[in-house]
């Protein structure tokens, strides 16, 4: 598929670096952070083979220099990606959403977890633990049943048991902890002593999967950044991926711009949104309101303070939308042919209200995050 000794050259290079502290490490199975106890992301030189690209099929894969993973042989891939960009009119606007519900487990977490797993066959990893709020569970777990690597997924005891019968369906051990989110990372990482911790917040290589958003709007979008993209902030693995993927395209020359990055959380959960609005570098974990947005209910995001950065850099804001908004932007949805799950329709809540504060002559991208199908027992 690729030149393979260019490509073991570049990425022999590939190192984990700390942005907090400014150091760097090289690759190990057994680093998930830096020593000063920030995560770690990735020192990458992507390659875009532009002539390539257009002949190649319609996955994910077919940015394959600018993936992270050294062999062809250790891409686990459900033949995932090149989501549909449809148009739509909201408020009496032209707006474009990918449709990333539309993913072999029904999220846009495949993204990162074909890349991230197919890392861990890289490095040889038979075993891994992941803490998610269902979505990211699903995803890795998928890709492990792929790979034939053994995982144990840990989930708030209240996930929605749609995702619940997913996880375990791809043959992984099924962890469900008593309380909140942030309980449930508390005890994975104790179970991440011992056992490779494939975390889609900390593992920078998760991220490197989600950036293929980026290049999926470039390419279809006719080779052009939008002027706005707003997207879902719970961890931030699609908004922060994203950025990434952005930068690479300019950094490479391949846009001119960025695109400003528009964040979306749960007014019932919101550090973010209230550190954004405070005008403050750094956020500080919040207490958390019931909301239907389970994916986006984290009081306390792993690279919340990169993703501040990532707001401010490139002109963006952050919204919180309430409750009630969430409901009808899912109702709406549903009515106009797409059913998605609540934390998907937070986003779009978050994009009417964006549109509703002033007349917007942008090109604005957003995206239908998660299928409706496995929440059908909290929505009823
Ligand atoms: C459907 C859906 N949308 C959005 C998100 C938010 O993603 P992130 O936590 O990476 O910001 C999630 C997370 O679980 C999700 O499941
Ligand atoms: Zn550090």
């Not at 502290?21 to 690759?27: E, K, Q, T, V, W």
């Not at 099924?174 to 309380?179: A, D, T």
């Not at 994203?242 to 400003?260: D, H, M, S, V």
Request: with cysteine.
């Amino acid at each position: 598929m690729v030149d393979s000794a260019w490509l073991t050259r570049a990425l022999s290079m590939d190192r984990f670096f700390c942005s907090r502290c400014n150091l760097s490490y090289p690759i190990s199975p057994t680093l998930w952070r830096c020593a000063c106890g920030s995560p770690l992301d990735l020192l990458f030189q992507p390659k875009f083979s532009i002539k390539k690209i257009p002949k190649r099929a319609p996955t994910l894969w077919r940015y394959r220099e600018a993936i992270p993973i050294h062999r062809d042989e250790n891409i686990l891939s459900l033949s995932e990606g090149f989501t549909p960009l449809e148009a739509m009119e909201f408020e009496g606007q032209r707006v474009f959403l990918k449709m990333d519900y539309l993913f072999p487990t029904g999220s846009f977490k495949d993204r990162g977890a074909t890349v991230l797993v197919s890392k861990l066959k890289e490095m040889g990893i038979k075993k891994v633990v992941e803490d998610s709020s269902g979505n990211a569970g699903c995803a890795i777990a998928a890709y492990c049943a792929r790979g034939g690597i053994e995982c144990e997924i840990y989930v708030p005891e209240s996930t929605t048991k749609g995702k619940l019968a997913q996880i375990e369906a791809y043959g992984a051990i099924l962890k469900k902890v008593e309380g909140s989110r942030e309980m449930t990372a508390e005890v994975t990482l104790k179970a991440a002593l011992k056992t490779y911790y494939a975390s889609h917040c900390w593992n920078p290589f998760f991220l490197h999967g989600t950036k293929t958003f980026a290049f999926e709007v470039w390419e279809q979008l006719d080779r052009r950044a939008p002027d706005t993209l707003i997207l879902p902030l719970g961890h931030g693995t699609l908004f922060l991926g994203a950025y990434i993927g952005f930068k690479e395209l300019k950094e490479t020359g391949l846009t001119e711009r960025i695109p400003k990055f528009v964040g979306i959380q749960s007014a019932s959960c919101a550090p973010l949104y209230q550190a954004f609005r405070e005008g403050k570098e750094e956020f500080s974990s919040t207490t958390k309101g019931e909301t239907m947005a389970e994916g986006i209910a984290i009081a306390k995001p792993v690279r919340g303070n990169q993703i501040l950065r990532a707001v401010r850099e490139t002109g963006g804001e952050i919204l919180a939308v309430p409750e009630g908004e969430i409901v009808a932007a899912m109702k709406a949805m549903g009515r106009r042919g797409h059913f998605i799950e609540p934390t998907s329709a937070a986003t779009i809540a978050g994009l009417s209200q964006y549109l509703g504060k002033q007349a917007r002559r942008e090109i604005i991208v957003s995206t239908l995050t998660g299928t409706g199908l496995k929440s059908v027992g909290k929505m009823v």
